[in-house]
């Protein structure tokens, strides 16, 4: 899949261990892939939520964060973040900020 790569090249070496082991976590089944609940639990914690439960309306997504997170996500549109689509936008965070990560509705 060549969907993100040139932005996950330009990844520095210890970043790219990072994602690649926030991704791992993620993908507990070892799909190369991970599903909108996945992503809405991952955009919990991005957000300040501790337990990642999807039931508090203070620290949780939105549905409106949800499709905004999922569409910087999944760009072959098929619903799911595959590894090298969580790579590309990483690389992409990298270069407007290295410190702070921010879900827009």
């Given at each position: 899949?060549?969907?993100?790569f040139?932005?996950?090249?330009?990844?520095?070496?210890?970043?790219?261990?990072?994602?690649?082991?926030?991704?791992?976590?993620?993908?507990?089944?070892?799909?190369?892939?991970?599903?909108?609940?996945?992503?809405?639990?991952?955009?919990?914690?991005l957000?300040?939520?501790?337990?990642?439960?999807?039931?508090?309306?203070?620290?949780?997504?939105?549905?409106?964060?949800?499709?905004?997170?999922?569409?910087?996500?999944?760009?072959?549109?098929?619903?799911?973040?595959?590894?090298?689509?969580?790579?590309?936008?990483?690389?992409?965070?990298?270069?407007?900020?290295?410190?702070?990560?921010?879900?827009?509705?």
């Amino acid at each position: 899949m060549l969907l993100g790569f040139l932005e996950a090249v330009r990844l520095a070496p210890r970043r790219r261990t990072f994602v690649d082991r926030v991704f791992a976590q993620l993908d507990l089944a070892r799909r190369q892939r991970v599903t909108r609940t996945t992503m809405r639990e991952f955009g919990e914690f991005l957000q300040g939520g501790s337990d990642g439960s999807s039931g508090s309306d203070e620290r949780g997504l939105s549905e409106c964060q949800l499709d905004a997170l999922m569409g910087s996500m999944d760009l072959d549109g098929d619903g799911l973040v595959s590894y090298h689509e969580f790579l590309a936008y990483f690389a992409k965070v990298n270069e407007t900020s290295s410190h702070s990560l921010e879900v827009r509705p």
